[in-house]
């Protein structure tokens, strides 16, 4: 059957990723892992820009900013909101998850969600490279998907893993 897909391909692509500064302890190993993704795909350090803001709350402004700038084929938005005694955690994460939705939405850029939304610090420790994983490396490889589906999908060559690494026929 006729199948349209993108690959883990991350070469040739130029990313950007935005970060709150917010639960560091937590985002900077999500920044770590979505940066070891890209360059274990093919991806080149030099190709990725990080951008980061204060909390969660501020991501999806600054993602609009960051994908106007143009310049991206990819965007990881990683952060972490930690729930507290307050309904504070309610807002802040709705708004991040809403607001982000709706720069994916509205662009060509492809934009993958790698903001944790835990009850606890454990919880979110696990999802930051410890046992249940690193959400911002999935996150990294989600949007290298999505940015070779992108283009498969506009009819442009979709690199594939195995293209890179084929040698040349003579
Ligand atoms: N920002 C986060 O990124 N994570 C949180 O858990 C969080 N909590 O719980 O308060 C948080 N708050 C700050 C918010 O994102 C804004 O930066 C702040 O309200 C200033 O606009």
């Known amino acids: ?51 980061r803001c204060p909390g969660a709350w501020e991501l999806p402004q600054v993602a609009r900013k960051v994908v106007d700038r143009g310049g991206i084929d990819a ?23 809403k607001g982000i939705a709706q720069v994916a939405m509205s662009t060509d850029v492809s934009v993958s969600f790698g903001v944790l939304t835990t009850d606890t610090i454990e919880q979110a420790l696990e999802r930051a490279g410890t046992k ?11 949007a290298i998907e999505l940015a070779t589906l992108t283009r498969a999908l506009a009819g442009g060559p979709a690199p594939s893993a195995s293209s890179a690494k084929k040698p040349r026929s003579k």
């Open 1 to 51: 059957m006729p199948t349209i897909e993108g690959t883990l391909s991350a070469t040739g692509l130029r990313f950007a990723i935005v970060a709150s500064r917010f639960n560091g302890l937590i985002v900077e190993p999500l920044i770590a892992g979505a940066m070891d993704a890209i360059v274990r795909s093919g991806g080149d350090a030099a190709n990725v820009t990080l951008v």
């Open 75 to 97: 965007l990881i938005v990683l952060g972490a909101v930690i729930r507290g005694a307050t309904p504070h955690f309610d807002y802040v994460a709705g708004e991040a998850a």
């Open 132 to 142: 249940a994983g690193n959400k911002g490396f999935d996150a990294a490889l989600a």
